[in-house]
């Protein structure tokens, strides 16, 4: 296990895999090193990059320090960069991509891609509760994971019961429930940003390369906050997956991510 030290003394557990420009991949809720898209996504883009991935705050072998802000999260990522050399390509996905986001506001990334942010911008979904936050920390303070796990499906994520009914006999079941204290970071780094209202210039800093990424078969709602976020980011451009959801497969999305990084 490599790690490195985050300004606030959490120790992140990360992977290097290849050789090339630097690359970090930032992964969605729940997910860590040997469980997430993104393992599959190093494998084959470690051919033209140096690939790091990393176990976020609180998940896999990652260490914790309360309490939680964004900005501890941009630090581990920085800390990656100085690993990295200094500065790194930054690929997010899901609520990854928008703690990517969060971190090219004030890091040095000289290209940035994001697949997915789960912003909810209009009304082709239900708004997430704005109580949904209180609900879900209270779940985790009794100790309720599987409970706080099925409110970010069913209010979050927006799957329907029975398909996260499910899910609960599922295998990976207990892996969601050992990193269900972590699914409020996520909740915290997307913010108001599912409320149904339109996004608005949020980003001014972000004036690096930027591209914002969907799947044609990914849910409607979905596909209109990638491509409104494109549109309000200042140098952002949008891009389409033919055949891809929010699972997205690693052979559709690498090639992409190449083209644009070393074009």
């Known amino acids: 296990m490599t790690t ?35 393992d599959a996504l190093a494998k084959e883009l470690s051919g033209r990059f140096a690939v790091y991935t990393y176990d976020r705050r609180g998940r896999g072998e990652s260490t914790d320090t309360g309490p939680y802000a964004i900005e501890r999260e941009v630090e581990d990522i920085e800390a990656l960069l100085k690993e990295a050399g200094g500065e790194a390509f930054l690929f997010g996905i ?58 970010f499906m069913t209010e979050g994520v927006g799957l329907g019961r029975a398909t996260v009914a499910m899910m609960r006999v599922m295998p990976f079941w207990p892996k969601l429930k050992k990193v269900a204290h972590t699914i409020p970071y996520d909740t915290a780094v997307v913010g108001d940003r599912q ?37 309000v980011l200042p140098s952002a451009e949008y891009a389409t997956l033919p055949g891809q959801t929010h699972i997205v497969k690693a052979t559709a999305l690498a090639p992409v991510l190449t083209k644009f990084f070393l074009g």
């Open 4 to 38: 490195t030290i985050s300004a606030d003394g959490t120790k992140i557990a990360y992977t290097r895999s290849g050789t090339g420009p630097a690359l970090v991949l930032v992964d969605g809720a729940m997910c860590y090193r040997g469980s997430s898209p993104n």
């Open 94 to 151: 899901s609520s990854g991509a928008a703690l990517a986001l969060e971190a090219a506001r004030t890091l040095p990334v000289p290209k940035l891609a994001l697949y997915e942010p789960p912003f909810v911008v209009d009304a082709t979904r239900p708004r997430v509760p704005a109580d949904y936050p209180a609900r879900l920390d209270a779940a985790l303070a009794e100790g309720k994971r599987g409970k706080a796990v099925k409110l």
């Open 195 to 231: 409320s149904g209202e339109p996004l608005t210039p949020s980003w001014p800093e972000v004036t690096t390369p930027t591209l914002a990424i969907d799947g044609d078969r990914s849910p409607e709602w979905m596909r209109h906050g990638v491509s409104s976020l494109a549109k």
